[in-house]
C-alpha cells in the first residue's frame, strides 16, 4: 500500500488544533449576506464539522441586507446617527419581519442532513432563545434612536446548559426588555457580549471585506493604535469589529479573528493551519519565549529527534532532557512550541555553551532562531559570562553571519575537550559578549 506522505503530514499539523479545540466554545458572526448570496450551504457542512469536533459552537447573525430590501419595498429608509441609525416603529416591523425570515432559513439549513456532503448524516441539533436583554441606546446628538438598542446581559447560563447537551445556539439581533420591548442590535455587539459572558476561545467574524489589508496577528494594543491612526484607510465594517474585537480580548476572549467570507472554507483554513487566513487579535503577543518546564520534553523531542536522526543534534535521550530541562528555553506561539535552545555554563571560563538550537521545519527563515539565540546571549550575560560557544557539523555559516568567529578544540574549556567527538568533526565557533 502506498503511504501518502502529504496527508500523513497534514493530518499530523491538524491534531494539535483538534485537540486544543476539543470543548472549547466559539461565537461565529454571520452577516445576512451569506444567506443573500446562496454561500451558506458550502459553510454548514463546516459548520457541521466543527461541532463534530467537540467545539461548543454559538451563531450569531445579522440580516442588514434584507433588512434594506424590506425597507426599499416599503419606500422606507434608515435614518443615520453617526455609525448607527434611528429604528422606528415602522421600520422595528420591517427589522423584526426580515430577522423572523432569514432565522427560520438558517435553522433550516443547518438541520438539514446535508445528503452527498463531507458530513452526511450528521444533523446539528439548533436551540435558540430570549438569550439577550437589551436596553435603548437613548439620545445621541439630539436625535432620539427610539428601538435601536445595546446589549444589557447575556443568558449565558441558559446558553451554556444548551451547548452543554451538544445543541449549537443560533443568536439574532434583536434584544428584549424586561418590559416586553423589542429593540434592534448590531451584529458586532451581540457576537462579542455573548463570546465575552461565556468566557468563549474565540470570537469569529466573517466579514465581506478583505482581511489581507490587516496584519496576520495583532495586540489589543496594536489594533488600537491602527484605529486611532488617522492616516489608516480601512473600511467601516472592518473598523467596526475590530472595536469589537479589542472590547472583547480585553475582558476575557482569548482569540478574535477577522477572515473574509467570500474563501472557501475559510474558517477551516483559519483555525487548522500554523499561519491562518485572516487577522488574529490577542490581549498579548502570541509568541514568547520562556523557560522551559518537564511538560515541555514531549513537543522538543519533536522538535530535535528529526535533527538527530540525520546527524544534526547529538542524539539525547528523554531521561537526560527531563535532568537538563532547566538547561532549555523554548519559543511559543499561540500555545505550541515552535523552537527550543540549550545553555551550559562554564563559569571557570568565563563561558557557555549553546547547544540543541533547533526550530520547526513550518517556522523556518522567520527570524526565530535568531529570537532565541539573543535569548541565549541576553541569558549569558546575566550569567556574567562573556563568552558563547557552539558545536556545529551543519550551521557554521548562519552562525558566522550572528557574529561567531571559528576557533579550535583548544579554546574549549577543558571539561569540553574531554568530551569532544573527533568522529563527529563538529566546527568550534565562538562569540564574544
Not at 459552537?57 to 434608515?78: C, F, G, N, T, Y
Not at 420591517?94 to 452527498?116: Q, T, W, Y
Request: charged residues 20%; aromatic residues 6%.
Amino acid at each position: 500500500m502506498k503511504l501518502n506522505s502529504d496527508f500523513v503530514t497534514w493530518f499530523r499539523s491538524v491534531a494539535p488544533y483538534v485537540n486544543a479545540f476539543r470543548g472549547k466554545t466559539f461565537v461565529i458572526a454571520l452577516s445576512g449576506n451569506v444567506l443573500a448570496d446562496g454561500k451558506f450551504i458550502e459553510l454548514v457542512h463546516d459548520i457541521n464539522l466543527l461541532a463534530s469536533l467537540g467545539i461548543r459552537l454559538v451563531l450569531a447573525h445579522d440580516a442588514r441586507p434584507q433588512i434594506e430590501s424590506r425597507l426599499e419595498e416599503s419606500k422606507s429608509q434608515l435614518e443615520p446617527v453617526e455609525s448607527l441609525h434611528v429604528t422606528d416603529p415602522t421600520t422595528l416591523n420591517s427589522i423584526k419581519e426580515s430577522v423572523g425570515r432569514i432565522h427560520i432559513e438558517i435553522e433550516a439549513l443547518l438541520s438539514m442532513g446535508l445528503p452527498n456532503s463531507p458530513m452526511a448524516n450528521a444533523s446539528i441539533r439548533v436551540s435558540c432563545g430570549n438569550f439577550v436583554t437589551a436596553s435603548p441606546i437613548g439620545v445621541v446628538d439630539g436625535i432620539d434612536l427610539m428601538y435601536t438598542g445595546k446589549v444589557r446581559k447575556i443568558n449565558s447560563v441558559a446558553i451554556s446548559s444548551h451547548l452543554d447537551a451538544g445543541e449549537v445556539i443560533l443568536i439574532s439581533p434583536l434584544g428584549y426588555s424586561p418590559t416586553g420591548e423589542i429593540f434592534n442590535l448590531t451584529l458586532e455587539n451581540v457576537a462579542a457580549e455573548v463570546a465575552i459572558a461565556l468566557n468563549a476561545e474565540k470570537l469569529i467574524f466573517l466579514i465581506n471585506d478583505k482581511s489581507e489589508a490587516l496584519p496576520r496577528e495583532l495586540t489589543v494594543a496594536e489594533s488600537t493604535a491602527i484605529l486611532e491612526n488617522k492616516t489608516a484607510s480601512y473600511s467601516n465594517e472592518i473598523t467596526r469589529y475590530l472595536h469589537s474585537a479589542i472590547n472583547a480580548c480585553q475582558l476575557g476572549v482569548a482569540r478574535t479573528h477577522l477572515i473574509n467570507r467570500h474563501i472557501d472554507g475559510v474558517i477551516l483554513q483559519e483555525l487548522f493551519t500554523h499561519d491562518g487566513i485572516g487577522s488574529m487579535i490577542s490581549q498579548e503577543p502570541l509568541q514568547t519565549l520562556r523557560k522551559a518546564q518537564i511538560e515541555d520534553i514531549g513537543s522538543i523531542l519533536q522538535l530535535i529527534e528529526p535533527l538527530e536522526a540525520n546527524g544534526t543534534l547529538v542524539r539525547r535521550h528523554r531521561e537526560l532532557l527531563e535532568i537538563e530541562i532547566t538547561r532549555f528555553c523554548v519559543s511559543e506561539h499561540d500555545g505550541i512550541i515552535i523552537g527550543c535552545a540549550a545553555l551550559y555554563p562554564f563559569p571557570r571560563e568565563n563561558a557557555c555553551e549553546l547547544a540543541c538550537l533547533a526550530v520547526s521545519p513550518d517556522y523556518r527563515n522567520a527570524g526565530h532562531g535568531n529570537a532565541l539565540l539573543k535569548h541565549i546571549e541576553a541569558n549569558t550575560i546575566a550569567q556574567g559570562l562573556r563568552k558563547l560557544f557552539v558545536l556545529t557539523t551543519s550551521a557554521t555559516h548562519w552562525f558566522i553571519e550572528h557574529g561567531f568567529n571559528e576557533v579550535t578544540t583548544d579554546d574549549l574549556p577543558h571539561a569540553k575537550q574531554e568530551l569532544y567527538n573527533y568522529q563527529r568533526r563538529s566546527k568550534v565557533l565562538m562569540k564574544k559578549l
